[in-house]
């Protein structure tokens, strides 16, 4: 079997795993934010901490975030390009690939254009003015975001093996 065609690292294979790579990178980072980060500085008493514990990580996760949003795009539009599969984003055979596309470009829109030119600003104000709701809010909209993207995961995997309907 090893070296046979069946075997073989082709590009394809080789943007999945890039693909899956970001994935865990970018996704997991979310988790984290969502489950540990954010109740952690909301539990801190002063507005000002809790702010400061909140940017102190998730600063440095939007950065590398970045990379690995931007990683999972081309990986992911080099594979629907490489099979010639574009018509495929519009058959809702292909759902699935339809939701990666959203939740992608949901996140590229917040990470880079929306949270460094409003929401920054908008959430330091609100968090400042009423700590509780503000964290409150953050946690609900992550806990949405995360679980929009682990539907999009299993959806994926079980998808691109041809076990959906
Ligand atoms: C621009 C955005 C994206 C494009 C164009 C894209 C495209 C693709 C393509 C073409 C495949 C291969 C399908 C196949 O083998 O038939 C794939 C696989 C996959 N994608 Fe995406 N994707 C994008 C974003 C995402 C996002 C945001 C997620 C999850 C949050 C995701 C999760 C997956 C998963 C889990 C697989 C299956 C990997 C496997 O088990 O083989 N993708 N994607």
């Known amino acids: 079997m090893f070296g046979s065609a069946a075997m073989m ?8 795993a890039l ?3 970001a994935l865990v990178h970018w996704i997991g980072g979310v988790a984290m934010v969502t489950t540990i980060v954010l109740p952690r500085a909301r539990a801190l008493p002063d507005a000002h901490a809790a ?5 102190a990580f998730e600063g440095r996760f939007a950065t590398q975030a970045r990379f690995s949003i931007l990683l999972a795009g081309l ?7 490489k099979i010639q599969a574009w018509a495929r984003l519009l058959d809702s055979t292909f ?3 339809g939701l990666m596309v959203v939740v992608w470009a949901a996140f590229a829109l917040m990470v880079f254009v929306l949270e460094p030119l409003v929401v920054h600003r908008v959430f330091r104000e609100y968090a400042l003015r009423d ?3 503000a964290f409150a809010l953050a946690i609900r909209l992550h ?10 995961i299993a959806a994926g995997v079980l998808g691109a093996h041809g076990a959906l309907p």
């Not at 690292?9 to 999945?16: E, H, L, N, T, V």
């Not at 806990?143 to 999009?152: M, N, P, Q, Y």
């Open 9 to 16: 690292i082709d590009d394809f294979a080789f943007a999945r």
């Open 19 to 21: 693909h899956v790579l």
């Open 51 to 55: 702010l400061t514990a909140f940017e």
């Open 75 to 81: 990986s992911g539009f080099y594979m629907l390009d």
């Open 95 to 97: 759902w699935w690939l």
């Open 131 to 133: 700590k509780e709701r």
């Open 143 to 152: 806990v949405v975001a995360l679980t929009i993207s682990g539907v999009a």
